[in-house]
């Protein structure tokens, strides 16, 4: 007999359980959910929302902030930056400068004697030319050199 009020016991037990949790199961698709839905939803969204732009407009205000606060110093960093950097280059770009300058010049110089042997020979041709103009009006062979 023991056995079989233990069976009825637990029959009974998960008979119990299997109709609450039906019941509730029930309760919840029929009353709460459509309740839920139909008027706490759409409060908790609105809710959301309104706090999510309260929320973009304190970190915009921050940011702004943060970026008025930091620009100066923000400043300084790029300008020194900017002077460390022209301090490591200037002085080799004026090496280079420099340098180019002088080969420059020294080419300049060079071209300056071709121009002036150019120069001499063309006074020298023009000069025979001349004396040959002269040689035949006289009627005697031009002899340069003498």
């Not at 943060?66 to 020194?80: I, T």
């Not at 090496?95 to 002088?102: P, V």
């Not at 071709?114 to 030319?129: D, F, L, M, P, R």
């Amino acid at each position: 007999m023991n056995a079989e009020l233990l069976v009825v016991i637990i029959a009974t037990a998960l008979l119990s359980s299997a109709i609450t949790l039906g019941t509730v199961w029930l309760v919840f698709q029929y009353i709460v959910k459509p309740r839920y839905e139909a008027e706490v939803k759409p409060r908790l969204e609105a809710q959301l929302d309104t706090q999510l732009e309260v929320l973009r407009e304190k970190v915009k205000q921050g940011v702004i902030d943060a970026g008025v606060e930091l620009l100066p110093r923000f400043r300084e960093e790029v300008r020194a930056g900017f002077e460390d950097a022209a301090k490591g280059v200037v002085p080799a770009f004026r090496q280079e400068a420099e340098a180019s300058f002088k080969e420059t010049l020294k080419a300049m110089l060079k071209g300056e004697q071709v121009v002036n042997k150019a120069a001499q020979t063309a006074a020298k041709t023009g000069a025979s030319i001349l004396g040959t103009g002269l040689d035949v009006l006289r009627s005697s062979p031009f002899k340069p050199g003498k």
